[in-house]
């Protein structure tokens, strides 16, 4: 069964630095997402992207964030200079289409992102 | 802007027997799908069911099931027979079908309830 996979599954990074988080979508889909969850705490919609630009953001997606899909089949975020409140397990997430059957989002298992 | 609630942080069920889970939200709109994803201790989020908010029937998938009264904007997951796998954090969600102009399609998330299955 076809899935959304995301690398590295645990990112330590010192704060200051840039991370990049990786994703790859379900091979025929054409919406990605990006979520974010402080831990104990709700998912938070963070971004979404279709057709190589952003269609929706969040107040949450500042400045510091960037998506990309650089090459067809990633899709990136990228966080310029990260804080300590940056820590959280961010998903990526795919959907073949917006109406009917095919809007259902698939998750990929999340990059636990730890700024010290 | 809709929001969605679950009212109930924690929950435990013994094995074999069913649990419902609650769930409300608010909107303005008539359109709009609602789901019910499940986190694993491993942190993945599956989804487990989803309800178009056009169908009246409520929907159903084996063991699990739903009872959407749109009037009183509620959505509320039924595990019927629970097992010791169903342990986790079950997350309510809406998205707008965004028809008219505009889609939308990101998902608001409710809070969580962790369900502990007791053997």
């Known amino acids: 069964e076809p899935e959304v996979t995301q690398t590295p599954s645990h990112q330590v990074t010192q704060m200051g630095q840039e991370v990049i988080l990786r994703c790859v979508p379900i091979s025929n889909h054409l919406y990605f997402y990006w979520y974010r969850q402080i831990l104990g705490q709700k998912v938070e919609f963070l971004v979404s992207?279709?057709?190589?630009?952003?269609?929706?953001k969040s107040e949450i997606f500042d400045d510091q964030f960037s998506v990309e899909r650089p090459d067809g089949s990633n899709f990136t975020l990228k966080i310029r200079s990260t804080k300590l409140e940056d820590s959280a397990m961010y998903f990526c997430?795919?959907?073949?289409?917006?109406?009917?059957?095919?809007?259902?989002?698939?998750f990929g298992q999340g990059t636990r992102l730890t700024v010290v | 802007a809709q929001t969605v609630t679950q009212s109930q942080p924690e929950m435990s069920v013994q094995e074999a027997e069913t649990v419902t889970l609650s769930c409300t939200y608010d909107t303005s709109e008539s359109d709009y799908y609602l789901f019910w994803y499940k986190q694993p201790p491993s942190r993945q989020m599956i989804l487990v069911i989803r309800q178009e908010a056009y169908k009246q029937q409520n929907a159903t998938e084996n063991r699990f099931s739903v009872n959407f009264q749109k009037a009183a904007k509620s959505f509320s997951l039924k595990i019927s027979d629970s097992q010791l796998g169903d342990a986790a954090m079950y997350f309510c969600a809406y998205r707008s079908a965004g028809r008219k102009g505009g889609a939308t399609n990101k998902l608001i998330f409710g809070t969580g309830t962790l369900l502990a299955v007791q053997p």
């Open positions: 992207f279709y057709n190589n630009e952003i269609s929706e």
């Open positions: 997430a795919s959907s073949e289409g917006l109406w009917g059957r095919n809007t259902e989002a698939f």
